[in-house]
């Protein structure tokens, strides 16, 4: 039987439920140097199923996977070693994994290589090396990139060049996906950033589903406009709500506003 069709049976044999039969299964192969199953028993003790978390172990499994080019592995050694679990933090590590991946064609790992080089963590800060690695993520539909790219052209970090058009384009993209940051980001074009044509309806309609979703400012904000009369009609009564779940987060502004209406 082929290594492949050993960890098929591997497998079958963890997902029925069997833990303790699938682990020595899995470990034969890992120790014959089977990339996938050394990427399973990483994913086993990282998560702690069916045997105890033991994350140095999964750190140690991961590192082995990953060298024999196991790409979901690469990906998850790179945030093993960025957020320090496992082994002590080492962002140069992290860059090196994160490198991997995405040579590999992991999208998630261009979007965590623009966080370091936009952050200066495992190198010098490298805006230009950010913008490549944002635009290479959001380009393949991942959101927190395309919000990332919304908010460099909204305020031109690191040099990049101002543009609202931009912004509110990459901004969108994220936003249609359901990220509440975007729809934040959203709702402040719309209210006129950045030299934007001002509508707040469509504006508080972003910041309704950010706020839905638990975005603490996007909360205060409604509540901010409701008690305003910023763009939308006065409504104290639907404004005091959602400054309260705002407040509740632990949002500052919240919370001095509701004081400032004897709340």
């Known amino acids: 039987m082929s290594f492949q069709n050993e960890y098929e049976v591997a497998s079958d044999v963890f997902n029925s439920g069997d833990r303790s039969r699938a682990l020595p299964m899995f470990a034969k192969l890992a120790d014959a140097g089977h990339g996938k199953s050394l990427h399973a028993l990483g994913v086993i003790y990282f998560q702690g199923t069916g045997v105890g978390q033991d994350l140095p172990k999964a750190l140690a499994y991961f590192k082995k996977a990953a060298e024999v080019g196991i790409?979901?592995?690469?990906?998850?050694l790179g945030q093993m070693r960025k957020n320090g679990w496992g082994a002590e933090r080492d962002n140069f590590e992290a860059v090196k994994w994160y490198q991997a991946a995405a040579e590999g064609g992991k999208v998630e790992a261009f979007f965590e290589l623009g966080q370091l080089h936009r952050e200066g963590l495992g190198g010098p800060v490298d805006m230009k090396a950010a913008m490549s690695c944002y635009l290479r993520a959001a380009e393949a539909g991942e959101s927190r990139a395309q919000y990332c790219l919304g908010l460099i052209f909204l305020r031109g970090d690191g040099g990049a060049e101002r543009n609202a058009a931009l912004a509110e384009n990459w901004a969108h993209k994220s936003a249609v996906q359901g990220n509440p940051d975007a729809e934040c980001l959203m709702g402040l074009l719309l209210m006129g950033a950045n030299g934007r044509r001002r509508d707040a309806k469509?504006?508080?309609d972003w910041y309704l589903r950010a706020a839905e979703r638990g975005h603490s400012h996007a909360q205060y904000?409604?509540?901010?406009?409701l008690v305003n009369g910023e763009g939308v009609p006065a409504d104290r009564a639907r404004a005091l709500p959602w400054l309260r779940k705002a407040r509740d987060q632990g949002n500052h502004d919240a919370a001095d506003l509701l004081r400032k209406l004897g709340q």
């Open 71 to 76: 790409v979901e592995a690469q990906y998850t």
């Open 202 to 204: 469509a504006a508080l």
């Open 221 to 225: 904000t409604i509540g901010w406009m």
